[in-house]
């Protein structure tokens, strides 16, 4: 027997490369990217560690050139569906009562695996199909899923390891249970470190998972069900099932063994996924634990006192990264007016030397968004503006999907504080300006907490100590993830865990203990050692 009491020292974060020109690193990523663009996969479901091809199947292009095809890939229907949840609960048994540093093992693995032999391959994955550049890729897997598998190893034994005070006579613990049934992980195609970790939060605390993936994001995503596997991940324990959402779901949320939900993804999806959970309450066998992370309208608040410089950087990088196709960018912005033109000048300047196209030309600072309703979506924005009296283009505004999907970098200015384009999410490279009085900075903080449904991150520029201090109190639940002097975005897995409320989610932080604990079913245990053997008590004398 195995008695040994074993702790996983505290991770740190996983290194970046930078792809720097002559590096090793660079040539690595180039042959890789080489490889993936001369291949054409075709992508089975899994289901108990069987590959079934169903026949009824779509392709996978990459958005800056969507004549290219990647993949094709099959869909689940409700038939696959239904046997992906049985084999999900034959799994559970033997995976929920493994020991606990047996699992954390697995993670473990498949973390040293994408940091060594699939790293490369993992990126050209993300570049080639979801169309981000070499440091876009880099920081969201490999980097940031490697991160999310060791540091959950690490919460997981903190977890474990908190237990109750034991009085005189009895010993008192608590068990943390999987939950009883199964975690339905829906994913997103902008960031493949968060598809890896909806599956692997829930499973490293002993769950079992039917994984319905982005359509967009569905190579990188086999990629990483491949590694899975690569590592020892058994059977059953993680069902990769690509498909249509409604089909998939509609089995899905009608299961009696539904026992969780792990999302990421629009408001709207997460809110009509709840309500077909709730329409199915009375026939679960367990309320299922929610978790979700939705939308965000995301600001930086400019006060005076900021340095232009500062601000201008902050609106390039936090709106246009992965062409603000993150829950975290930059969407609208408050600048005073006394730093108004500094700063339009700065940003104007960026924009001309910023370059989009390929992203296998890695001086693309820009690429291509994710697909053809992504574009259309946002070129009507673009356009709505174009057409409004109180709002105007300052740079940007043109697209073009003839070869790619492509948008250019979009700043829109507008003189109304609850125009469209500021309170909407539009999930692409367009920010929105609101130029406001310097003496109206307080007024103007209340503007922005109430201007959008939304409460992910955002941002105070300030160098007065206590004009920061008013925003961070003002804006107290306009973001769960607040910067000062940065842009918002770029969390950081164990040092900014990330996670908003409002309209932006359940808040459980990810990346961090707190999601970690959403994924068990404790178990109080008291053991009596010499139990009473009379019902009296005290009281009951007479004297």
Same mark, same amino acid.
């Given at each position: 027997?195995?008695?040994?009491?074993?702790?996983?020292?505290?991770?740190?974060?996983?290194?970046?490369?930078?792809?720097?020109?002559?590096?090793?690193?660079?040539?690595?990523?180039?042959?890789?990217?080489?490889?993936?663009?001369?291949?054409?996969?075709?992508?089975?479901?899994?289901?108990?560690?069987?590959?079934?091809?169903?026949?009824?199947?779509?392709?996978?292009?990459?958005?800056?050139?969507?004549?290219?095809?990647?993949?094709?890939?099959?869909?689940?229907?409700?038939?696959?569906?239904?046997?992906?949840?049985?084999?999900?609960?034959?799994?559970?048994?033997?995976?929920?009562?493994?020991?606990?540093?047996?699992?954390?093992?697995?993670?473990?693995?498949?973390?040293?695996?994408?940091?060594?032999?699939?790293?490369?391959?993992?990126?050209?994955?993300?570049?080639?199909?979801?169309?981000?550049?070499?440091?876009?890729?880099?920081?969201?897997?490999?980097?940031?899923?490697?991160?999310?598998?060791?540091?959950?190893?690490?919460?997981?034994?903190?977890?474990?390891?908190?237990?109750?005070?034991?009085?005189?006579?009895?010993?008192?613990?608590?068990?943390?249970? @999987?939950?009883?049934? &199964?975690?339905? $992980?829906?994913?997103? +195609? %902008?960031?493949?470190?968060?598809?890896?970790?909806? #599956? /692997?939060?829930?499973?490293?605390?002993?769950?079992?998972?039917?994984?319905?993936?982005?359509?967009?994001?569905?190579?990188?995503?086999?990629?990483?069900?491949?590694?899975?596997?690569?590592?020892?991940?058994?059977?059953?324990?993680?069902?990769?099932?690509?498909?249509?959402?409604?089909?998939?779901?509609?089995?899905?949320?009608?299961?009696?063994?539904? @026992?969780?939900?792990? &999302?990421?993804? $629009?408001?709207?999806? +997460? %809110?009509?996924?709840?309500?077909?959970?709730?329409? #199915? /309450?009375?026939?679960?066998?367990?309320?299922?634990?929610?978790?979700?992370?939705?939308?965000?309208?995301?600001?930086?608040?400019?006060?005076?006192?900021?340095?232009?410089?500062?601000?201008?950087?902050?609106?390039?990088?936090?709106?246009?990264?992965?062409?603000?196709?993150?829950?975290?960018?930059?969407?609208?912005?408050?600048?005073?007016?006394?730093?108004?033109?500094?700063?339009?000048?700065?940003?104007?300047?960026?924009?001309?030397?910023?370059?989009?196209?390929?992203?296998?030309?890695?001086?693309?600072?820009?690429?291509?968004?994710?697909?053809?309703?992504?574009?259309?979506?946002?070129?009507?924005?673009?356009?709505?503006?174009?057409?409004?009296?109180?709002?105007?283009?300052?740079?940007?505004?043109?697209?073009?999907?003839?070869?790619?999907?492509?948008?250019?970098?979009?700043?829109?200015?507008?003189?109304?504080?609850?125009?469209?384009?500021?309170?909407?999410?539009?999930?692409?490279?367009?920010?929105?300006?609101?130029?406001?009085?310097?003496?109206?900075?307080?007024?103007?903080?209340?503007?922005?907490?109430?201007?959008?449904?939304?409460?992910?991150?955002?941002?105070?520029?300030?160098?007065?100590?206590?004009?920061?201090?008013?925003?961070?109190?003002?804006?107290?639940?306009?973001?769960?993830?607040?910067?000062?002097?940065?842009?918002?975005?770029?969390?950081?897995?164990?040092?900014?865990?990330?996670?908003?409320?409002?309209?932006?989610?359940?808040?459980?932080?990810?990346?961090?203990?707190?999601?970690?604990?959403?994924?068990?079913?404790?178990?109080?245990?008291?053991?009596?050692?010499?139990?009473?053997?009379?019902?009296?008590?005290?009281?009951?004398?007479?004297?």
């Amino acid at each position: 027997m195995n008695n040994a009491i074993f702790k996983f020292a505290k991770p740190v974060n996983e290194p970046v490369k930078a792809y720097a020109p002559g590096s090793a690193d660079k040539t690595l990523l180039k042959n890789a990217l080489k490889q993936l663009s001369s291949e054409e996969w075709d992508i089975p479901l899994v289901i108990g560690g069987k590959e079934i091809r169903t026949g009824n199947t779509g392709k996978v292009v990459m958005p800056h050139d969507h004549r290219h095809v990647l993949a094709t890939y099959h869909k689940a229907g409700e038939k696959e569906v239904q046997q992906a949840i049985d084999a999900a609960m034959l799994a559970h048994r033997e995976w929920s009562g493994l020991p606990w540093v047996e699992r954390a093992s697995v993670m473990m693995r498949i973390a040293e695996l994408i940091a060594t032999k699939y790293r490369y391959l993992l990126n050209a994955s993300l570049m080639l199909g979801q169309s981000k550049n070499p440091m876009q890729a880099e920081i969201d897997a490999p980097c940031e899923l490697i991160d999310f598998l060791r540091f959950s190893a690490f919460y997981a034994g903190q977890i474990y390891e908190d237990q109750p005070y034991s009085d005189a006579g009895i010993i008192n613990r608590m068990e943390y249970r @999987a939950l009883e049934g &199964f975690v339905f $992980s829906l994913t997103p +195609f %902008n960031f493949t470190s968060i598809a890896g970790n909806l #599956n /692997l939060a829930p499973a490293m605390m002993g769950n079992v998972a039917v994984w319905k993936p982005s359509t967009t994001a569905i190579h990188s995503n086999y990629l990483l069900m491949q590694i899975f596997r690569e590592a020892g991940l058994p059977d059953g324990v993680v069902n990769f099932i690509p498909g249509q959402g409604s089909v998939i779901g509609k089995v899905v949320t009608s299961s009696r063994d539904l @026992a969780g939900f792990h &999302f990421t993804g $629009s408001t709207g999806t +997460f %809110n009509k996924l709840w309500l077909q959970m709730a329409e #199915n /309450l009375g026939s679960y066998k367990s309320y299922p634990k929610i978790v979700g992370e939705t939308g965000g309208k995301n600001f930086i608040f400019v006060h005076p006192s900021a340095p232009a410089a500062d601000v201008a950087t902050a609106i390039v990088r936090g709106a246009f990264e992965y062409q603000g196709q993150k829950c975290s960018a930059g969407s609208r912005a408050y600048i005073p007016s006394s730093l108004w033109k500094e700063i339009k000048e700065r940003v104007g300047d960026m924009l001309k030397e910023i370059k989009m196209g390929d992203v296998q030309d890695f001086s693309n600072f820009v690429n291509a968004v994710i697909d053809e309703a992504s574009f259309d979506n946002i070129m009507d924005y673009i356009r709505y503006a174009q057409q409004a009296p109180d709002a105007e283009i300052l740079f940007g505004g043109k697209g073009d999907k003839s070869a790619g999907y492509y948008i250019e970098p979009t700043v829109i200015l507008t003189t109304n504080p609850s125009f469209k384009t500021m309170t909407e999410e539009i999930f692409g490279p367009v920010i929105t300006l609101y130029v406001y009085d310097d003496n109206q900075y307080e007024e103007t903080l209340d503007v922005c907490d109430r201007t959008s449904p939304y409460g992910l991150t955002g941002s105070i520029f300030a160098r007065d100590r206590y004009a920061i201090a008013t925003a961070f109190n003002k804006l107290r639940y306009s973001a769960g993830n607040f910067y000062i002097n940065d842009k918002p975005t770029g969390a950081v897995i164990a040092q900014q865990p990330f996670g908003g409320s409002r309209a932006s989610g359940t808040n459980d932080k990810a990346g961090g203990p707190l999601n970690l604990i959403r994924w068990t079913n404790p178990r109080t245990i008291k053991e009596a050692l010499v139990p009473p053997t009379n019902y009296s008590y005290p009281f009951l004398s007479e004297e």
